[in-house]
């Protein structure tokens, strides 16, 4: 019979180890339901790691980037979002690649195959540059519920940190992914945004194919400031390792290693996820640019510094439907982006200490990993109560990114075309091309920042 037939499966070894203990029984049971998957058909049951993965990209420390740009140059930098789509849909793909052929993620991949002190220099350089990122999230969470309905933003910014930490530590897996799936669709606020202001979509159009590049300083800073938005190695840690977690909690799967024939199917669909994820995360970018760029640009207001600063720069501009939509697309999404990035934190750390890991985990079974979870979490607090500049935060969180991206989207690929590692799986020839492109855009554009710096 076929792999995966759990008919001709021996007796699951949580059944014959806790035959004749009745309450290790019991905690075997409820960990094994925790893990259950739900199957549904259709399109969204095909969408997870990259739909997820690309929509947190947009979080609220992104959205305030993207403001920003359209803010200060208008559509000039539409064209950076069409560009960076492909070598963000390839590199994201090829992290995929890594969880699901070896079950495992990147981080664990570097455990296994690496040297130990390389992999504490990028855990370490990843966590530092979460946590800023977490308190910037949530700071800008809290300040647009307060723009909203009122309010002292800092009880709001504990309130969120905690919804978000006991959503992810307690919530069923298949329903927490189900929750994250639906959330993503708080992006198209943006969209909504931009249907309800006046634009010259001709003109939008012209800047998108057309690249126009200025030799200003400004101007190539926040190309690299968006750049190092848009890839991030969060997101190659977190959807690497929910790749590997998929298969984890769901019977019928294993890792491509071992169960070739299950490639053509699990290839198409993670290929077809990234790319709608991706697709969708640049799209949502563009009309953030589009919007701040027909609002903002046009009535002079270049200077915007936080997300919650650019909603509030729209309510005299565009009218208090277009301001309330867009604070509330940085709540709603924030309330994904949160969970990814302390999610992302617990899988490196665990990955790397050789913990049990994974969000299909009950709290239990994977003590360390939940409480990593909520440490970071409390941190990204702690950052709202130290009169953390939002500003000089998510700078820094840009330059750590951008160190520890181009060392990691390198040794992404050495892993990812290694028989060593992948066997059979290594990447094929275009996929290879764009994922080494793309590592060399990011090391040219983080050189420009740094000597600009």
Request: proline fraction near 6%; charged fraction near 15%.
């Amino acid at each position: 019979m076929r792999r995966g037939d759990r008919a001709t499966e021996p007796r699951p070894s949580w059944i014959r180890r806790t035959r004749h203990h009745p309450a290790r029984a019991v905690l075997a049971r409820r960990i094994a339901l925790h893990r259950a998957p739900i199957r549904r058909p259709g399109l969204l049951s095909r969408l997870g790691p990259g739909l997820i993965t690309g929509a947190s990209d947009d979080d609220p420390s992104g959205i305030a980037t993207y403001s920003q740009a359209g803010a200060q140059f208008g559509f000039a930098m539409c064209w950076v979002m069409l560009f960076t789509f492909p070598l963000m849909a390839a590199i994201q793909e090829i992290s995929a690649r890594i969880g699901r052929v070896t079950g495992h993620g990147i981080a664990g991949n570097i455990r296994a195959h690496y040297p130990t002190w390389l992999l504490r220099i990028i855990v370490a350089l990843l966590l530092v540059a979460n946590l800023i990122n977490l308190a910037a999230d949530l700071g800008a969470m809290g300040d647009a519920l307060a723009l909203l309905v009122g309010g002292p933003p800092r009880l709001w910014v504990v309130g969120f940190a905690l919804a978000c930490a006991w959503l992810e530590v307690f919530s069923r897996y298949e329903r927490y992914v189900a929750l994250l799936k639906w959330t993503s669709l708080s992006l198209l606020a943006y969209v909504a945004t931009a249907l309800a202001v006046d634009v010259p979509w001709g003109e939008v159009a012209r800047h998108t194919l057309l690249p126009s590049f200025l030799w200003r300083e400004d101007y190539v800073v926040a190309i690299v400031a968006v750049l190092g938005t848009t890839i991030t190695p969060y997101c190659f840690f977190w959807q690497s390792s929910q790749e590997a977690e998929d298969e984890r909690v769901d019977p019928h799967a294993h890792p491509l290693l071992q169960a070739p024939e299950e490639a053509p199917a699990e290839l198409s669909r993670m290929r077809l996820d990234t790319v709608v994820g991706m697709g969708y995360s640049n799209l949502i970018s563009l009309f953030i640019i589009v919007t701040t760029g027909a609002t903002l640009h046009v009535q002079g207001i270049t200077d915007i510094q936080t997300s919650s600063q650019a909603a509030e720069a729209l309510r005299p501009i565009a009218g208090p439907f277009t301001f309330v939509v867009f604070a509330a697309g940085i709540v709603g999404i924030g309330m994904l982006a949160v969970p990814v990035l302390a999610g992302s934190c617990a899988y490196a750390l665990g990955e790397a200490l050789d913990w049990p890991t994974g969000l299909g985990r009950a709290p239990l079974d994977a003590r360390a990993f939940y409480a990593t979870i909520a440490i970071a979490t409390l941190l990204g607090i702690g950052g709202n109560f130290v009169g953390l500049d939002p500003m000089k935060a998510l700078f820094w969180a840009a330059v750590v990114n951008g160190v520890v991206a181009v060392p990691l989207m390198a040794m992404m690929m050495v892993m990812a075309t290694s028989p060593a590692i992948m066997g059979r799986f290594v990447l094929p020839p275009v996929l290879r091309t764009m994922g080494w492109l793309c590592t060399a855009v990011v090391a040219v554009a983080v050189g420009v920042m740094l000597v600009l710096w």
